[in-house]
């Protein structure tokens, strides 16, 4: 346990920060399998809106450091095609 007033202050903001990146990871995971899910059901229209939803969320998580910016478009790369899959049927 933390001592000193300045250490005790840093276990309050990590503990904030850990929170807050734990919402933001949920956040993101949700979308990304919503968006699976939609893909499932073979709807274009709405895999398309909401992949630009995901999308702006896997940037803005690589942004902030929560994820590396190679996973993210990775993950985008990965999503993308399989919407491109259902233009194909």
Do not use: C, F, P, Y
């Not at 702006?56 to 985008?76: E, F, V």
């Amino acid at each position: 346990m933390a001592n000193t007033k300045q250490a005790k202050k840093r276990a309050r903001q990590a503990e904030t920060r850990r929170q807050r990146n734990t919402a933001q990871r949920s956040e993101m995971r949700t979308h990304i399998k919503n968006l699976l899910k939609i893909i499932e059901k073979g709807d274009l229209a709405e895999a398309n809106a909401t992949l630009r939803k995901t999308v702006s969320i896997l940037d803005k998580s690589a942004k902030k450091g929560l994820i590396h910016k190679n996973k993210a478009s990775r993950t985008k790369s990965r999503l993308n095609a399989r919407v491109k899959k259902l233009v194909k049927k």
